[in-house]
């Protein structure tokens, strides 16, 4: 999905008062970043999306398409990076196992993300305190690693994490990566909430429940949802696809993968990121009081806004251990109600 495209989904989505993106104007931007706002003067919370990795461009699938209409809805500027089409992957490297691939991994997208947070935070309509960052599949991965604050990293970007985003969702990401890895030692600059299905074989949901428990030994809140019966990309109306051609790590020989939507699992989803971010970037209820107080009183406001707040929906009873609920970093992982059967 080109910018355009994403231009094009906005100007037939008038009716939830969203805007027709434009590339950031910023000298410093090395990407081109599309902006998607709600109608009015605001300041607005704010949210950079990552995509996947089909990109942005002829072979998108379209999921930042659609979660930047929902984010929009839910009162959000959106600000989408385009990581692949000027650095010679326009088509995305979903397919592509080349060593060029390596040129837009995970961890070298994370000045991406926090490119696509300053330019949020030059713009007269958002609330530079309130801003998220979120992401699925190579964008979660992307996102995990944005948040993570690594031994590797250099005085200038620790400064920047801990100053950066207010809250993180990662939507079914590669969560065996970084150095070390994530898997035994995870420190997020702030909360961070994983969705993931539980038939995922793409990007397994096993090491992102021991991200969480690694998680545990310091740093802000990992918590963590496992859908039972859902596959990788369960956030779209996809059907059951197995592709032999996808690259992954997690398969015999490095290639083949399922995705297919998964409408509770999809529902259920777009219930945990309105809470989630509704929690952090609006205050809404058990957000930290210092979110409270900068929802209300920040900067860019002057003025008090009342924060929305989240509702909390009944989920069925988790089935077995691979359906683990929302977890704190402050306890071990555990078995926990998650949406019945989604």
């Given at each position: 999905m080109t910018l355009r495209a994403i231009a094009t989904c906005a100007a037939a989505a008038v009716s939830c008062g969203c805007v027709a993106p434009e590339p950031a104007t910023d000298a410093k931007a090395?990407?081109?970043?599309?902006?998607?706002?709600?109608?009015?003067a605001?300041?607005?919370?704010?949210?950079?999306?990552?995509?996947?990795c089909s990109g942005l461009g002829p072979r998108s699938s379209h999921a930042p398409e659609?979660?930047?209409?929902?984010?929009?809805?839910?009162?959000?500027?959106?600000?989408i990076p385009d990581s692949f089409s000027t650095r010679g992957h326009a088509e995305g490297v979903c397919v592509d196992p080349s060593p060029s691939r390596n040129d837009v991994a995970p961890s070298r997208r994370v000045p991406d993300a926090y490119e696509a947070l300053d330019h949020l935070r030059s713009l007269p309509y958002v609330d530079g305190a309130r801003i998220g960052v979120m992401g699925a599949s190579h964008g979660g991965a992307t996102t995990v690693a944005t948040m993570a604050l690594q031994p590797s990293d250099s005085p200038a970007m620790l400064e920047r994490k801990r100053h950066g985003f207010a809250a993180a969702i990662a939507f079914y990401p590669g969560c065996n990566i970084g150095t070390p890895r994530f898997t035994t030692r995870y420190v997020a600059a702030a909360p961070m909430l994983i969705l993931i299905g539980?038939?995922?074989?793409?990007t397994p949901a096993a090491p992102c429940l021991r991200l969480v428990?690694?998680?545990?030994?310091?740093?802000a809140p990992?918590?963590?949802k496992v859908y039972p019966d859902a596959h990788h990309a369960f956030d779209s109306a996809s059907p059951l696809r197995y592709n032999a051609n996808r690259v992954n790590p997690n398969a015999p020989g490095g290639r083949g993968a399922t995705t297919a939507g998964n409408p509770a699992a999809w529902q259920d989803s777009i219930r945990q990121v309105d809470a989630y971010f509704a929690r952090y970037l609006k205050g809404g209820p058990g957000a930290p009081a210092s979110s409270r107080i900068r929802a209300r009183r920040s900067p860019r406001c002057g003025t008090s806004r009342r924060a929305r707040s989240?509702?909390?929906?009944?989920?069925?009873?988790a089935r077995g251990r691979a359906c683990a609920g929302t977890c704190g970093a402050s306890r071990p992982a555990r078995v926990a109600p998650c949406a019945s059967r989604a």
């Open positions: 090395s990407i081109p970043i599309g902006v998607m706002k709600p109608d009015g605001g300041p607005f919370p704010a949210v950079v999306l990552l995509h996947d659609r979660w930047a209409r929902e984010l929009v809805k839910q009162g959000y500027v959106v600000a539980e038939l995922d074989d793409w428990e690694a998680s545990h030994a310091g740093g990992v918590s963590i989240a509702r909390n929906r009944g989920d069925g009873r």
